[in-house]
Protein backbone atom coordinates (compact mmCIF):
# COMPACT_ATOMS: atom_id res chain seq x y z
CA UNK A 1 0.00 0.00 0.00
CA UNK A 2 1.08 3.84 -0.73
CA UNK A 3 2.08 5.61 2.24
CA UNK A 4 -0.16 8.92 2.61
CA UNK A 5 0.78 12.28 4.71
CA UNK A 6 -1.31 14.15 6.60
CA UNK A 7 -3.05 16.12 3.91
CA UNK A 8 -3.80 12.61 1.67
CA UNK A 9 -0.93 13.53 -0.90
CA UNK A 10 1.18 10.05 -1.58
CA UNK A 11 4.97 9.84 -1.05
CA UNK A 12 6.05 9.32 -4.54
CA UNK A 13 4.31 12.24 -5.49
CA UNK A 14 6.05 14.58 -3.72
CA UNK A 15 9.28 13.13 -4.09
CA UNK A 16 8.57 13.93 -7.50
CA UNK A 17 7.73 17.49 -6.90
CA UNK A 18 10.67 17.95 -5.13
CA UNK A 19 12.73 16.31 -7.87
CA UNK A 20 11.20 18.87 -10.31
CA UNK A 21 11.40 22.20 -8.46
CA UNK A 22 15.55 21.05 -8.39
CA UNK A 23 15.59 20.55 -11.92
CA UNK A 24 13.74 23.80 -12.33
CA UNK A 25 15.71 25.71 -9.99
CA UNK A 26 18.77 24.10 -12.07
CA UNK A 27 17.84 25.33 -15.79
CA UNK A 28 16.73 28.42 -14.02
CA UNK A 29 20.28 29.20 -12.46
CA UNK A 30 21.83 28.03 -15.50
CA UNK A 31 19.92 30.72 -17.96
CA UNK A 32 20.96 33.08 -15.63
CA UNK A 33 24.62 32.33 -15.57
CA UNK A 34 23.75 31.77 -19.93
CA UNK A 35 22.36 35.41 -19.76
CA UNK A 36 25.27 36.66 -17.71
CA UNK A 37 27.61 35.45 -19.98
CA UNK A 38 26.54 36.30 -23.31
CA UNK A 39 25.98 40.12 -21.55
CA UNK A 40 29.65 39.89 -20.98
CA UNK A 41 30.51 38.47 -24.05
CA UNK A 42 29.12 41.26 -26.30
CA UNK A 43 30.14 43.60 -24.34
CA UNK A 44 33.77 42.55 -24.36
CA UNK A 45 33.68 42.03 -28.03
CA UNK A 46 31.95 46.08 -28.58
CA UNK A 47 35.16 47.00 -25.85
CA UNK A 48 37.36 44.99 -29.13
CA UNK A 49 35.87 46.65 -31.72
CA UNK A 50 36.17 50.04 -30.55
CA UNK A 51 40.05 49.36 -29.79
CA UNK A 52 40.11 47.63 -33.07
CA UNK A 53 38.40 50.84 -34.86
CA UNK A 54 40.77 53.11 -33.33
CA UNK A 55 44.02 51.00 -34.16
CA UNK A 56 42.51 51.22 -38.22
CA UNK A 57 42.34 54.87 -37.80
CA UNK A 58 45.73 55.38 -36.61
CA UNK A 59 47.10 52.99 -38.73
CA UNK A 60 45.44 54.96 -41.31
CA UNK A 61 46.50 58.27 -40.66
CA UNK A 62 49.98 57.08 -40.50
CA UNK A 63 49.80 56.35 -44.14
CA UNK A 64 48.40 59.95 -45.14
CA UNK A 65 51.25 61.42 -43.00
CA UNK A 66 53.91 59.79 -44.31
CA UNK A 67 52.46 60.67 -47.55
CA UNK A 68 52.16 64.34 -46.83
CA UNK A 69 55.94 64.42 -45.86
CA UNK A 70 57.64 62.62 -48.55
CA UNK A 71 55.90 64.89 -51.19
CA UNK A 72 57.04 67.98 -48.92
CA UNK A 73 60.54 66.25 -49.07
CA UNK A 74 59.96 66.25 -52.74
CA UNK A 75 59.54 61.96 -52.60
CA UNK A 76 57.63 58.98 -53.23
CA UNK A 77 56.01 57.04 -50.39
CA UNK A 78 55.71 53.72 -51.58
CA UNK A 79 52.93 51.71 -49.46
CA UNK A 80 54.12 48.36 -47.29
CA UNK A 81 54.06 45.15 -49.59
CA UNK A 82 50.94 43.15 -49.19
CA UNK A 83 50.19 40.32 -46.33
CA UNK A 84 47.07 38.39 -47.76
CA UNK A 85 45.53 38.32 -51.45
CA UNK A 86 42.03 37.18 -51.96
CA UNK A 87 41.78 34.21 -54.84
CA UNK A 88 38.88 33.76 -57.12
CA UNK A 89 38.57 30.64 -59.28
CA UNK A 90 37.42 31.45 -62.40
CA UNK A 91 37.68 28.20 -64.83
CA UNK A 92 36.10 24.64 -64.21
CA UNK A 93 37.71 21.35 -64.48
CA UNK A 94 37.74 20.80 -67.90
CA UNK A 95 41.77 20.26 -69.37
CA UNK A 96 42.85 21.07 -65.57
CA UNK A 97 46.55 19.54 -65.54
CA UNK A 98 46.80 17.01 -62.25
CA UNK A 99 49.49 19.40 -60.40
CA UNK A 100 46.86 22.07 -60.66
CA UNK A 101 43.71 20.77 -59.80
CA UNK A 102 46.04 19.17 -56.84
CA UNK A 103 46.86 22.72 -56.07
CA UNK A 104 43.56 24.08 -56.08
CA UNK A 105 42.76 21.13 -53.68
CA UNK A 106 45.00 22.85 -51.69
CA UNK A 107 43.57 26.19 -52.03
CA UNK A 108 40.49 25.04 -51.56
CA UNK A 109 39.32 26.19 -54.63
CA UNK A 110 37.21 23.21 -55.61
CA UNK A 111 34.28 24.97 -57.35
CA UNK A 112 34.10 27.97 -59.57
CA UNK A 113 33.91 31.11 -58.34
CA UNK A 114 34.76 30.11 -54.98
CA UNK A 115 36.99 32.70 -53.22
CA UNK A 116 39.83 32.85 -50.52
CA UNK A 117 42.23 34.40 -48.23
CA UNK A 118 45.88 33.50 -49.02
CA UNK A 119 48.76 34.14 -46.20
CA UNK A 120 51.55 35.77 -49.14
CA UNK A 121 55.10 34.02 -49.23
CA UNK A 122 57.68 32.66 -51.68
CA UNK A 123 55.86 29.18 -51.11
CA UNK A 124 52.26 30.65 -51.86
CA UNK A 125 53.02 32.66 -54.85
CA UNK A 126 54.67 29.85 -56.30
CA UNK A 127 51.66 27.70 -56.04
CA UNK A 128 49.34 30.96 -56.89
CA UNK A 129 51.73 30.99 -60.68
CA UNK A 130 51.17 27.80 -61.53
CA UNK A 131 47.34 27.80 -61.56
CA UNK A 132 47.25 31.46 -62.57
CA UNK A 133 45.52 30.32 -65.75
CA UNK A 134 42.67 29.61 -63.77
CA UNK A 135 42.29 31.91 -61.09
CA UNK A 136 42.16 35.46 -60.38
CA UNK A 137 43.65 37.42 -57.91
CA UNK A 138 44.49 40.80 -56.00
CA UNK A 139 45.07 42.13 -52.66
CA UNK A 140 41.70 43.06 -50.63
CA UNK A 141 41.44 46.35 -48.79
CA UNK A 142 40.11 45.84 -45.06
CA UNK A 143 36.58 47.20 -46.35
CA UNK A 144 36.86 43.93 -48.66
CA UNK A 145 37.73 41.10 -45.83
CA UNK A 146 34.94 42.68 -43.86
CA UNK A 147 32.01 42.87 -46.21
CA UNK A 148 32.57 39.16 -47.20
CA UNK A 149 33.36 37.68 -43.49
CA UNK A 150 29.59 39.70 -42.80
CA UNK A 151 27.94 38.83 -46.31
CA UNK A 152 29.58 35.35 -47.31
CA UNK A 153 31.07 34.33 -44.21
CA UNK A 154 30.97 30.22 -43.22
CA UNK A 155 32.41 28.80 -40.38
CA UNK A 156 33.46 25.11 -40.36
CA UNK A 157 32.05 23.28 -37.72
CA UNK A 158 32.40 19.15 -37.48
CA UNK A 159 32.80 19.11 -41.31
CA UNK A 160 29.25 20.99 -41.56
CA UNK A 161 29.37 25.12 -43.42
CA UNK A 162 27.82 27.00 -40.58
CA UNK A 163 26.73 30.54 -40.71
CA UNK A 164 28.06 32.87 -38.95
CA UNK A 165 25.25 34.32 -37.28
CA UNK A 166 26.18 34.06 -33.67
CA UNK A 167 29.98 35.15 -31.95
CA UNK A 168 29.12 31.65 -29.94
CA UNK A 169 30.02 29.68 -33.28
CA UNK A 170 33.42 31.79 -33.41
CA UNK A 171 34.43 31.59 -29.73
CA UNK A 172 33.79 27.53 -29.74
CA UNK A 173 35.65 27.10 -32.67
CA UNK A 174 38.60 29.57 -32.19
CA UNK A 175 38.19 30.86 -28.56
CA UNK A 176 42.00 28.65 -27.83
CA UNK A 177 43.30 31.38 -30.04
CA UNK A 178 41.55 34.17 -28.51
CA UNK A 179 39.04 35.41 -31.50
CA UNK A 180 36.14 35.69 -29.72
CA UNK A 181 33.86 37.45 -32.47
CA UNK A 182 33.44 38.34 -36.17
CA UNK A 183 35.27 41.00 -35.27
CA UNK A 184 38.07 39.24 -33.84
CA UNK A 185 38.00 37.53 -36.89
CA UNK A 186 38.45 39.92 -39.03
CA UNK A 187 41.02 41.71 -37.74
CA UNK A 188 42.83 38.17 -37.31
CA UNK A 189 43.02 38.31 -41.39
CA UNK A 190 43.30 41.70 -42.13
CA UNK A 191 46.27 41.92 -39.76
CA UNK A 192 47.88 38.31 -40.65
CA UNK A 193 48.69 37.39 -37.06
CA UNK A 194 49.75 34.57 -35.33
CA UNK A 195 46.77 32.22 -35.44
CA UNK A 196 45.72 33.29 -39.27
CA UNK A 197 46.24 30.00 -40.22
CA UNK A 198 43.59 28.26 -37.91
CA UNK A 199 41.34 31.42 -38.40
CA UNK A 200 41.49 30.97 -42.73
CA UNK A 201 40.96 27.26 -42.38
CA UNK A 202 37.75 28.26 -40.12
CA UNK A 203 36.25 29.75 -42.20
CA UNK A 204 34.70 28.04 -45.15
CA UNK A 205 35.48 28.92 -48.98
CA UNK A 206 33.17 32.06 -50.18
CA UNK A 207 30.73 30.72 -52.38
CA UNK A 208 30.57 33.85 -54.92
CA UNK A 209 27.85 34.71 -57.50
CA UNK A 210 28.56 35.02 -61.13
CA UNK A 211 29.90 38.82 -61.66
CA UNK A 212 27.64 41.67 -62.50
CA UNK A 213 27.58 42.22 -66.43
CA UNK A 214 29.74 38.72 -66.60
CA UNK A 215 33.40 38.28 -67.62
CA UNK A 216 35.27 38.97 -70.87
CA UNK A 217 37.45 36.71 -72.49
CA UNK A 218 37.85 34.30 -69.91
CA UNK A 219 41.07 32.87 -71.59
CA UNK A 220 42.96 36.08 -71.54
CA UNK A 221 44.97 37.55 -68.76
CA UNK A 222 43.58 40.65 -66.98
CA UNK A 223 46.63 42.98 -68.48
CA UNK A 224 45.50 42.17 -72.22
CA UNK A 225 41.90 42.52 -71.25
CA UNK A 226 40.76 39.29 -70.14
CA UNK A 227 40.13 37.94 -66.65
CA UNK A 228 42.92 35.60 -65.03
CA UNK A 229 45.89 36.56 -63.22
CA UNK A 230 46.61 39.57 -61.25
CA UNK A 231 44.57 42.18 -60.72
CA UNK A 232 46.05 43.79 -57.75
CA UNK A 233 44.27 46.48 -55.94
CA UNK A 234 41.43 45.82 -58.53
CA UNK A 235 39.91 42.56 -57.33
CA UNK A 236 38.05 44.99 -54.61
CA UNK A 237 35.44 45.87 -57.97
CA UNK A 238 35.39 42.54 -58.89
CA UNK A 239 34.36 41.22 -55.72
CA UNK A 240 32.10 43.91 -55.28
CA UNK A 241 29.76 42.54 -58.25
CA UNK A 242 30.04 38.96 -57.38
CA UNK A 243 28.66 39.44 -53.95
Known sequence: MLCFRA????ENILKKQQRDA????QIVDQRKADKAARAEA????????????KEYADADKAVV?????????GNFYVDAQAKIAFVIRTRGIHKLPPKAKKIMQLLRLRQLHNGVF??????TINMIRIVEPYVTYGYPTRDTVRKLIYKRGYGKVNRSRIALSDNSTIEKALGEKGIACIEDLIHEIWTVGSAFKEANNFLWPFKLSSPLRGFEKKRHPFQQGGVWGNREEKINELVARMM
Open 7 to 10: KGIP
Open 22 to 25: KLLK
Open 42 to 53: RKAAAANATKYA
Open 65 to 73: DAKREAKKA
Open 118 to 123: VKLNRA
